[in-house]
């Protein structure tokens, strides 16, 4: 544009408040609008706007910033730059918001603002007089000799950049044909200066001073380039590069930025990532993938969107830890210590842990087990294998399997994909950063299968110590040595473990808790983690063992040790009330007599409820009954043994062992069987299989009644209480027999009897699973007596001897043995018939 065009911007002006960058005159910037002001104006002004005027609005910049702007007008700059809005675009992404394309066009100076709403105008008065100043060559003075001496620095600027680059070559051009007096705002606006700097330059009102806060800013820029070149002596190719292209522009050109760092810090980033890779200790197969990915990474320019991940393929594989492992702590002593510190029984999970410290002192290249705990939940299963890496002294990593449904989880994506990503184990081996963690799979029985494939099946490789030594992952695609990770997987039930994974592990079952154990572990570990988060101390609060005891009797009933946690949480909670209302009271004062007279009695009632509790506060039953509630769970066994037609049988379920009720009744009809209470078919089978035995064996126990079938006009309803819970398998056989014995002969089966076992058509009881869950729940229930099968006597062991100690154990190989021990006084058959003997 000429210095004889006489440029004159309207007195009244739109203002487009900024907050990042400055606009010169001579200069083109794209300026983000989103604010509540600049949206109106855009919508008002320019998109309204038929006339070249309208689009002619004043930027003010250095405002306040968008994400903190309000409803007041923050205080404006005193000068600014009219631009002409060159270009205006829309979007609703990520918000809704303009970009305005802007050509700065002169300063002028904000004289009075008109009004703020709904976007702010302003009185300005125009401050470039354009058409005062001559042609460049004609100035005289102090100004003609800067503005020349600034024409000679931009020349010799320009003249160390590429000059076959199309832009340097226009902008050399230009550096000939613009008015001199134009250079320091065209040049400060392409050159890397901060805004703090390019708004001195805006305020520099007099020509001769904008030379002189310019002229610094274009030496500093031309130091850096020659400082950049004496580096780069080595490579003659690269002395004269535009180093970063940007949009915007120049009139009537293109705008460019001269930030010479950036291609330099690319090289030092790739330098840097060739010595890291070399230094990563990889594998051969890995490092030739690596060298040639990297071979391929310097040739290719930043833009290209390849590069990015080439870039981020490279870092994943340095940071992995190809070499790098923990020394384990073999001391068996001081593990065995540690883990009795941190964990009360759970005896065969330890002994474990103490065999793989022995073998691994014997021979250390051994690889790492792959363990399953399996067990019902609160149980510990997780805690053990924090512990279980504390005590080798490795890193603890977990993995929670629960709901994964893509095996790409597992395996990883292939970076073919857009946003790949290895897989969890991959990931978590770059988080531990050592090749030899201990990794915990939790929740393994709980792995879905979708569309994006199996995880479980994914896992076979992880898990196979066969296979496992070259596990690949999708992203990677190299293998990796997993054999010196110690899995140890979790899981409620292996029922739902596909059976080639349960192969592939060694399975270790965790059973719940007995009710001296449950004591012990409250008492060691629960109550003083409850009291220090609850700011409390064993001075001011005190649970005894018999209180601890009707906790876990009458307010919980499960195989693990977290509702007991729970009701111990919300006692010290109770507790910590009572403690603050007295600290509040001890600090209170008492206010004077003329200002409580007519509030006197209410403060002595306060003074009174919240008196000072006396120290320790013991927990009774009384004190448990007022903040627990009534008890939850009763013990109603000897009153559901009433009448005739009631058994207790015992059940396994993931979340321990439970007792059941078997109920029948009879009534007149046709002899038909009705089963009810979400039965499945095997004990929909098993309790037909009952009523065939013992109308088989009728005349024998004296079932009949004078008739030749005990069913004979009759009809049975055979009913499992907690009809809203599924029940299934063929344990409950034994106690559907004596149920119904029990009907028929009108006896009562004894109170404090359970029992579990298959039947056949022989009568011959067959061994089934869970024993130990199911005699700790016969033990929870205060059971005397217990029938199991024969068979099931090994499984016994398991049982803690205190249990063991406190119930009457009944093998039985035939139902002839269980009758008689369910019933008191036995149940005499008629006839002495020979006993039947198991061939199978």
């Known amino acids: 544009m000429s210095s004889n065009s006489g440029i004159q911007i309207p007195s009244r002006l739109p203002l487009l408040c900024t907050h990042d960058g400055v606009l010169l005159p001579g200069s083109t910037m794209r300026i983000s609008v989103d604010t509540a002001r600049n949206m109106q104006l855009v919508k008002s002004r320019l998109l309204k706007g038929t ?84 042609e460049g060559g004609q100035a005289d003075g102090e100004l003609g000799e800067l503005s020349q001496r600034f024409y000679q620095a931009a020349v010799q600027l320009v003249g160390m950049l590429d000059m076959s680059v199309p832009v340097v070559a226009k902008l050399r051009r230009l550096l000939d044909s613009l008015p001199r007096e134009t250079l320091p705002d065209v040049l400060a606006s392409m050159i890397r200066t901060s805004n703090k700097e390019k708004l001195q330059v805006l305020d520099a009102v007099d020509l001769e001073e904008r030379f002189k806060k310019a002229l610094p800013l274009l030496t500093r820029q031309i130091e850096g380039l020659k400082l950049l070149q004496k580096t780069r002596k080595l490579r003659p190719d690269d002395d004269k590069r535009v180093l970063a292209i940007r949009k915007g522009g120049v009139f009537p050109g293109r705008q460019f930025s001269l930030d010479e760092e950036v291609e330099d810090e690319d090289g030092d980033d790739t330098a840097m990532l060739e010595k890291k890779v070399k230094a990563a200790a990889m594998p051969e197969a890995a490092l030739r993938v690596c060298l040639k990915e990297l071979k391929r990474l310097k040739k290719m320019p930043q833009s290209m969107p390849e590069y990015a991940l080439t870039h981020n393929y490279l870092e994943m594989m340095v940071e992995l830890p ?59 299963k997780t805690s053990v294998g924090r512990s279980i890496a504390r005590t080798l002294g490795r890193e603890f990593h977990r993995i929670a399997l629960g709901g994964v449904c893509d095996q790409s989880d597992i395996r990883g994506h292939r970076r073919t994909y857009v946003g790949s990503m290895p897989g969890r184990i991959i990931n978590g081996l770059k988080t531990v950063g050592v090749n030899n963690p201990v990794f915990l799979l939790d929740e393994v029985d709980k792995l879905g299968k979708s569309l994006q494939g199996d995880p479980a099946a994914a896992l076979l490789e992880v898990l196979d110590p066969e296979q496992n030594h070259s596990f690949t992952d999708h992203y990677l695609n190299v293998p990796f040595d997993l054999s010196q990770v110690l899995f140890i997987a979790t899981a409620n039930t292996a029922a739902t473990i596909p059976p080639a994974l349960l192969d592939r592990m060694e399975v270790l079952q965790v059973p719940g808790y007995t009710q001296e154990e449950k004591v012990e572990i409250a008492h060691r570990h629960l109550i003083p983690h409850q009291l220090e988060q609850h700011g409390l101390t064993p001075q001011q609060l005190q649970i005894p063992q018999d209180t601890t005891k009707d906790i876990i009797s009458k307010y919980t009933r499960e195989a693990g040790v977290r509702s007991l946690e729970r009701k111990i949480g919300a006692i010290c909670r109770a507790v910590a009330v009572k403690v603050a209302e007295g600290h509040k009271v001890s600090r209170a004062e008492s206010p004077t007599e003329q200002h409580c007279m007519c509030r006197e009695p209410t403060l002595r009632n306060y003074e009174t409820y919240t008196s000072p509790p006396e120290m320790p506060i013991v927990i009774d039953h009384i004190a448990l009954k007022d903040i ?108 559907i027999v004596t149920c119904l014995a029990s009907l028929l002969s009108g006896r009562l089966v004894r109170s404090d009897v359970a029992m579990t076992g298959e039947i056949t058509l022989r009568g011959l009881v067959l061994p089934v699973g869970g024993i130990k869950d199911k005699v700790l729940a016969a033990h929870r229930a205060n059971l005397k007596r217990v029938i199991i099968p024969k068979r099931n006597e090994k499984d016994l062991e398991e049982i803690p001897a205190h249990v063991r100690a406190d119930l009457d154990f009944v093998f039985a190989s035939t139902l002839d043995e269980v009758l008689n021990a369910a019933f008191d006084g036995g149940f005499p058959a008629a006839v002495n018939h020979p006993q039947v003997v198991s061939k199978l």
């Open 51 to 134: 006339s070249l005027k309208s689009t002619i609005i004043g930027v003010i910049p250095n405002t306040r910033d968008p994400e903190h702007d309000s409803d007041e007008l923050p205080s404006l700059h005193s000068i600014g730059t009219a631009g002409l809005a060159v270009q205006v675009v829309g979007s609703n992404w990520p918000k809704p918001h303009y970009t305005l394309l802007i050509t700065g066009l002169c300063r002028f100076r904000v004289t009075q603002l008109l009004r703020e709403r709904p976007f702010p105008v302003a009185e300005v008065e125009q401050l470039d007089k354009l058409e005062q100043y001559t």
């Open 322 to 380: 190809w070499s790098k492992s923990t020394t384990d702590c073999l001391d068996i002593r001081a593990a065995r210590v540690l883990l009795d510190n941190d964990h009360y029984a759970m005896e065969k999970l330890k002994r474990r842990v103490l065999e793989y410290l022995a073998v691994r002192q014997l021979k250390s290249t051994l690889k790492g087990p792959i363990l399953c705990f399996v067990g019902p939940p609160g149980v510990g």
């Open 628 to 735: 627990l509630g009534p008890p939850v769970f009763e013990m109603e066994v000897s009153e559901r043994l009433t009448l005739p037609g009631v058994a207790i049988g015992l059940a396994w379920t993931p979340m321990g062992g439970e007792i059941m009720f078997v109920e029948a009744s009879r009534m007149e009809g046709d002899g038909q069987l009705t089963l009810t209470g979400q039965l499945g078919d095997v004990m929909k089978e098993s309790a037909h299989l009952a009523i065939s035995w013992l109308r088989s064996n009728a005349k024998t126990y004296l079932l009949a009644n004078g008739s030749a079938d005990p069913l004979e006009g009759t009809d049975i309803h055979l009913h499992f209480p907690a009809g809203a819970v599924t029940k299934d398998g063929p344990s409950a056989g034994v106690t």
